[in-house]
């Protein structure tokens, strides 16, 4: 359909952030105040838990921006920083004492509120959310950061993690574990952020 001579979606929805799980690679995302966005990786993720399967999206846009489409809502996220193997802020996390195992440990029990495990990278602290394994089918072309081009076919070597910047709660993240760490800062996508969604 056109409108004043413009391409408008096929359809209208009240909120577009909803229509972020529909989405394929191509696929162009209008942001407020931004302009145009289009997908150029999409990967459809799921998580096996206690029988019960949890599924959620990833997204690259082609200005390197990830965005995520999941049960606990939307978010964009601007930032990525690699950690390698090897290095301390990498060891500080992954290691058989580092800050994943020692969440993890801490659910089990049951304190994972009362005692939270934290890192720092670059001068900040960030609380450590949730953990788990994922199982990942990519579309549209492979990521150019390394750990996300990285999924292995056995979930269990795909470990992602969530956190949040302990100063500022609207600063948050997601980490990936595969071949290294990435981590990727941003925040909570809103309504209004997301003008529309275009088809390719």
Same mark, same amino acid.
């Given at each position: 359909m056109r409108e004043n001579g413009k391409e408008q979606p096929a359809q209208t929805y009240t909120d577009p952030l909803k229509e972020l799980f529909l989405v394929k690679p191509e696929d162009v995302l209008e942001f407020w105040m931004e302009g145009s966005r289009v997908v150029k990786t999409l990967l459809d993720c799921r998580e096996e838990f206690e029988g019960h399967s949890y599924q959620w999206a990833w997204? !690259?846009?082609d200005d390197s921006s990830l965005v995520e489409a999941s049960p606990d809502g939307y !978010? =964009?996220?601007?930032?990525?920083e690699t950690l390698r193997q090897g290095t301390a802020h990498y060891e500080d996390l992954v290691a058989q004492d580092g800050a994943l195992v020692r969440f993890e440990e801490r659910?089990?029990?049951?304190?994972?509120d009362d005692r *939270? &495990?934290? !890192? &720092?990278?670059?001068d900040r602290t960030y609380q450590i959310t949730s953990t788990g394994t994922v199982y990942a089918r990519r579309t549209g072309?492979? *990521?150019? $950061? $390394?750990?996300w081009r990285s999924f292995s076919e056995t979930h269990t070597d795909n470990v992602y993690f969530g956190f949040a910047d302990v100063h500022d709660e609207a600063r948050v993240g997601v980490g990936l574990w595969t071949a290294h760490v990435c981590l990727s800062f941003g925040k909570a996508l809103a309504p209004?952020? $997301?003008?529309?969604?275009? =088809?390719?």
């Open positions: 997204m !690259f846009l !978010f =964009r996220y601007r930032e990525h659910v089990r029990e049951g304190s994972a *939270p &495990v934290t !890192f &720092v990278v670059n072309e492979e *990521p150019a $950061l $390394l750990t209004a952020d $997301l003008s529309a969604i275009y =088809r390719k």
